[in-house]
């Protein structure tokens, strides 16, 4: 996968690309980053990628001119037209869609990605008008920029992707991947300060363990998160378990 980044911080980016997982995904060309300072394509001689807003109001509003040229750039480094048409350009906003492991599971399936980080009071509308094919927010709350809720993106998108994680079996029981919350997991010691492993995860029943790990994600969700359970499909001994382990309503 390919993804290239608009930011007028690409140092930001320096870090989190350069350890880990992350590392050895771009050394074993599992994805490649590309990061574009916005400023680059600006024509000034102050690199003037921001201007006050019309109407008046608080803060500056990123302009439109350098980050519409950032994309064209972009796209006209790809050959395949096809490719250009299906390639997501996502704004980060806090006005976009919420950002989940579905939607992560969605853009997972694109060989290329454009990300757009805005900053200070916004992006120019026409951005997002004309430009723009996806705007996306990681949660209901204001950062200073797109910066680290692209990190937050990228990050769930690459983990992904095949060859990434250690084993290819592990992402899918991530909590959220199958619209649950994961099982409790444990390691050696199987006694640690008088806390012990349940029994049967060191049974070597695997028929048993198995059963373990359903109901523990079944009872974990119902316990923290009960509404994910709404949405997803239980058969019917799953059913019953979330009836076993609710609490009767109290009669008025
Ligand atoms: N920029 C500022 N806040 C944001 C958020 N919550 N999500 C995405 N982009 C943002």
Redo the contacts with the bound molecule.
Sequence with gaps: MRIDILTLFPQMFQVPFSAGIFKRAIDHKLVSINLHNIRDYTHDKHHTADDYPYGGGPGMVLKPEPIFEAVEAIKSDISAKEEVRALPIIL???Q?RLFSQQIAQELAKYSHLILIC?HYEGVDERVREHLATDE????D???T??EL?AMVVIDTVVRLLPGVLGSEASPVNDSHANGLLEYPQYTRPAEYRGWSVPEVLTSGNHAQIAKWHREQTIQRTLERRPELLDKTNLCLEEKQLVERLTPPLKQS
Excluded at 136 to 139: A, L, Q, V
């Design positions: 980060l906003t806090p976009g805005g996306i927010s990681i949660g709350y204001v950062l920029g797109g809720p």
